[in-house]
């Protein structure tokens, strides 16, 4: 496992963490009667260090970036064909079956 997959789970974990201490804070305030204002200092650090790993795990999981600029040597060049009329693409529907009684079963 890569350095950004076990900083994507640390940051997971120590959301739900920060989700159970905040479920366990309302808790323990509705037994006391008290009102829920805001989470303590520690479980915002908490959430705020969770989003961060998160964040960081989200940009250095997937890769290398690659160039967006025009002019660039590493894009490749895709030509459509002029007539665009009759284009034909794969897509899933080919799997599904192709009579009408099984369709439109009423």
Not at 65 to 77: A, C, D, G, Y
Not at 81 to 96: C, E, Q, S, T
Request: charged letters at 15%; glycine letters at 12%; one cysteine or more.
């Amino acid at each position: 496992m890569g350095l950004g997959v076990v900083m994507g789970l640390l940051g997971g974990l120590l959301l739900a963490h920060a989700a159970y201490s905040t479920i366990q804070y309302r808790g323990m305030l509705k037994i006391m009667e008290e009102e829920f204002s805001a989470p303590p200092l520690n479980v915002v650090g908490e959430l705020l260090l969770g989003l961060g790993l998160c964040m960081w795990a989200g940009l250095a999981f997937p890769g290398k970036f690659l160039s967006i600029l025009p002019h660039s040597e590493e894009n490749r060049v895709v030509a459509l064909p002029a007539n665009l009329d009759f284009m034909i693409f794969n897509h899933r529907g080919k799997v599904l079956p192709s009579n009408m009684e099984l369709k439109l079963k009423i």
